[in-house]
């Protein structure tokens, strides 16, 4: 339990409320009596005992809109005139209360919220049954227990995600035509079939299983109707194909459209910010952020300085960066992340020219107390202990290509020359670097040549525990499908998910093993 829960908090990260909502299903079902039969979640039709799905009222919709703005303080003025025990009242007040938490990750509110849950739980047991109405149990058991798991309280989110899959399980069953229940089930199919192998042992111990298919065919289905979550729906799917089939540019597409018909909604930027970052277009995603909608009415979102900083260190502007991670950690009140800003703090400083003492400042700031849970932090925490320096031109290389400044990478990368005495990581690092470069430039023969000989080097080396051959095996599987060649494709895949150790083990293997899945 704890390894599965641990890698939900890997993916309950970036503090932005959809964002969050839409890895929740990693584990959403973790638990089932010893002995209990085995429960899918694919419910099966029956008669619908709401022919009219519910909605929320105006002003709920209105508040919850307000929400996903980050305007946490309007969502509540706006409830206050609500009926207090009204489902669609208690679903809107609970998410204010779950976003504002998550964001700002602040421990000193989590008794507080944890009370808050209870008490609508405990109103809604009286409540009338209705889709709605159980639509809101299901959600907000799910927000109780993802807050749990992000601050530590393992053993009862495990319980509490139980309980919320089994809720969303009933209801789907009950009204299958209701389509946020669908959103939500979804969700719980697709995360549960989309766990590594190492965890389906664990999942068949607890009686519960999920399918890929049906969880991407219940979020399709309520991501193309109306309804009050359609957005959020759209969001969690692109999100999604994204993260996991190579949709990157649909889902820039779908987040760019929203954003411009909401330029005021700060959730809406920081889906653009992050999605052009990860498609590796830095001048955009600095001109979004720049362009970001700022002022009292927002939640602060400190998370989005981190942001900037990379962003910044990839074309260079060291000094910037140093300053958007600084003012991170004096805003942010949460645990993640910490060792990975000081991380890049040191590269910033390091590769700046900064004096010793100050790069070695930053580097002993990685070491200070924090959880390795997200892989980033766990990336930084190695680095600290690792004797070997970073290759300056690598280094500088990677970054470039990170921020997709794909004609100055390879000019960097023609200053590395490999000699007899160059450490193991950086012989398998160059090949890496340059076939990530060709693959951003469009010259994919290049790229597969590259990405060959690291897995090649690698093996005469004894695949010592780095993450390039892996990402190379994934890369090439990807590039194998998209040119038809399904053989070689499944070859890669499974070549990828077959290193035993290395910084990204967990997301790579999930990415191969939703690829095989599509094969």
């Given amino acids: ?257 929203l954003a411009s018909e909401q330029p005021d909604n700060l959730l809406f930027s920081y889906l653009v910010i992050s999605l052009q970052k990860r498609q590796h277009h830095g001048e955009q995603a600095l001109a979004a952020y720049r362009a970001r909608p700022t002022g009292a009415a927002y939640l602060p979102l400190a998370y989005l300085h981190h942001l900037a900083a990379d962003l910044l260190l990839y074309r260079g502007d060291y000094a910037s960066s140093i300053t958007e991670n600084q003012q991170f950690l004096h805003e942010y009140r949460g645990e993640y992340y910490r060792k990975d800003a000081a991380f890049k703090l040191y590269l910033a400083a390091w590769l700046g020219g900064a004096p010793a003492a100050a790069t070695e400042r930053y580097r002993q700031q990685i070491n200070q107390a924090g959880p390795l849970t997200i892989e980033e932090d766990i990336y930084a925490q190695r680095f600290y202990h690792d004797a070997q320096l970073l290759n300056p031109v690598l280094t500088h290389a990677r970054l470039q290509t990170d921020g997709g400044y794909y004609t100055q990478a390879l000019s960097t990368l023609q200053q590395f020359h490999s000699t007899p005495a160059t450490p193991v990581r950086d012989q398998l690092e160059a090949p890496y670097r340059r076939a990530r470069v060709w693959e951003g430039l469009g010259r994919l023969d290049s790229a597969q040549a590259d990405y060959q000989l690291t897995l090649r080097r690698s093996a005469v080396l004894g695949d010592p525990a780095y993450y390039f051959a892996p990402q190379s095996a994934l890369q090439l599987g990807y590039l194998a499908q998209a040119a038809g060649q399904r053989p070689a494709a499944k070859a890669y895949f499974k070549q990828a998910m077959a290193y035993p150790r290395h910084e990204y083990k967990n997301s790579t293997d999930q990415k191969a093993k939703l690829a095989l899945r599509g094969l």
């Fill in 1 to 257: 339990m704890t390894e599965i829960t641990t890698g939900l908090r890997q993916r309950l990260r970036r503090g932005a409320w959809s964002v969050v909502v839409s890895l929740l299903a990693t584990t959403a079902g973790l638990s089932a009596p010893p002995g209990a039969p085995r429960q899918a979640l694919a419910p099966q039709p029956l008669p619908d005992a709401t022919p009219a799905p519910e909605t929320l009222s105006p002003a709920a919709r209105h508040a919850y809109a307000e929400l996903l703005k980050l305007k946490v303080s309007t969502c509540r003025q706006l409830l206050a005139a609500e009926p207090a025990r009204a489902p669609g009242t208690l679903l809107v007040a609970d998410c204010a209360d779950f976003v504002e938490l998550l964001i700002s990750q602040d421990a000193s509110h989590y008794e507080a919220n944890q009370a808050a849950h209870d008490k609508r739980l405990a109103v809604l047991e009286k409540a009338p049954g209705s889709a709605l109405r159980d639509y809101v149990q299901a959600e907000i058991r799910l927000h109780q227990a993802l807050s749990q798991i992000v601050f530590h309280h393992e053993v009862r989110g495990a319980w509490n995600l139980r309980q919320a899959a089994l809720l969303v399980q009933a209801a789907a069953q009950r009204y299958p035509a209701y389509l946020p229940i669908r959103k939500t089930l979804g969700l719980c199919q697709f995360g549960i079939g989309s766990l590594p192998e190492g965890y389906h042992w664990f999942l068949r111990l607890l009686g519960l299983s999920g399918s890929v298919e049906q969880g991407l065919q219940n979020l399709g289905r309520a991501a193309a109707q109306p309804h009050d979550f359609q957005p959020e729906s759209q969001i969690l799917l692109a999100l999604i194909r994204e993260a996991y089939y190579k949709k990157g540019n649909e889902s820039l597409l779908l987040v760019l459209r």
